[in-house]
């Protein structure tokens, strides 16, 4: 078993009620493509996108966050955790990304899985000048089989926040790709 089922089977396993999750990052890479590289399979923790209003949904119903908290608590000696949850407005994301997310199978109980589509997975790879993110999206192009347009079109339709950091990075790592 990789990190990100450890970390999502103990999640699952503490949860009450069905929880929606959409994940991104490298848990997203590693349980949504058949073969990933081995490395993602490492990734220490399980990184997650919410619609607008969702996380404070998740605290009328169920138990999300204290599942969260048990689970972190429980995976603690291994290093394992998962904590990075953002809202939309958050990330560099297309206007319709919920509607184009993929589902992630497994033997979950209450989790419903998801995983942001090859090209919001690839815009959110955008949003550090990092060697490691840049070859996550490469990975992406190259499984998704997005072309040079496709990725021109795509850049002009992303929704950026307006957080300076996060456009510069974004300028920069767009370059890389056109």
């Not at 990789?2 to 490298?26: M, S």
Request: aromatic letters at 10%.
């Amino acid at each position: 078993m990789n990190n990100a089922e450890t970390i999502l089977r103990a999640l699952d396993k503490h949860l009450t009620a069905r929880v929606e999750l959409t994940l991104y990052g490298r848990a997203a890479l590693q349980l949504g493509f058949s073969k990933p590289p081995s490395e993602y399979a490492q990734s220490m923790d399980v990184d997650g996108v919410f619609w607008m209003g969702q996380a404070e949904s998740l605290m009328r119903i169920g138990n999300f966050w204290e599942a969260v908290e048990i689970t972190n608590r429980e995976l603690a000696p291994q290093g394992l955790y998962i904590s990075h949850f953002f809202e939309e407005s958050q990330l560099i994301l297309t206007a319709q990304w919920r509607q184009q997310r993929m589902p992630i199978n497994g033997s979950w109980q209450n989790l419903c899985l998801m995983r942001l589509s090859d090209q919001d997975l690839f815009l959110t790879k955008l949003m550090r000048y990092d060697p490691l993110d840049l070859g996550d999206a490469q990975f992406i192009l190259e499984r998704s089989g997005m072309t040079r347009q496709d990725v021109r079109a795509l850049l002009e339709k992303a929704r950026i926040p307006d957080i300076p950091e996060i456009r510069k990075q974004f300028s920069l790592c767009s370059k890389t790709f056109l």
